[in-house]
């Protein structure tokens, strides 16, 4: 496996603590994501689906680069995860710069990755067909 599927696989397991977090232990969630605002369960449920459904993008893209249209999707729940985020700090105020340094991190350092692998993922792509 490539370097960057294991990076894949590495998120996908770190999304996985965010959605046991979102289910079942609210309290931390809101102190490693959204420290300034409430959260109610319903909220914690919601941010466990979305994770889980972009902790499975990541496992998925991981196993096949190649994929071209997932390569895309996995590519896109990062940059919207960003967007998301930095609305969050900037707009709405629900996150502290240290949570928002986190989610950047892992976000953008993916964003990048994958920008970069863009093309090499494009040509194994086009061999396959």
């Known amino acids: 496996m490539k370097a960057l599927g294991w990076w894949l696989m590495l998120l996908g397991i ?4 965010s959605v046991w977090f979102g289910f079942f232990d609210i309290w931390a969630l809101r102190l490693a994501v ?3 605002t409430e959260m109610s369960e319903g ?10 459904l972009t902790c499975t993008l990541c ?4 196993l096949n680069l190649d994929n071209k249209p997932l390569y895309l999707a996995t590519f896109l729940s990062f ?3 960003l967007g998301h985020f930095l609305t969050e700090y900037l707009i709405y105020q629900t996150m502290s710069i240290k949570n928002l ?3 950047g991190f892992f976000a953008g350092t993916s964003i990048i990755w994958m920008a970069l692998q863009w093309n090499s ?8 067909l």
């Open 43 to 52: 909220h914690g449920r919601t941010f466990g689906v979305w994770t889980l």
């Open 79 to 81: 940059v919207y995860a």
């Open 34 to 36: 959204f420290s300034q």
């Open 59 to 62: 496992f998925l893209c991981a």
């Open 14 to 17: 770190l999304r996985l603590a």
């Open 121 to 128: 993922q494009q040509k194994a792509y086009s061999k396959q």
């Open 101 to 103: 340094s986190t989610v």
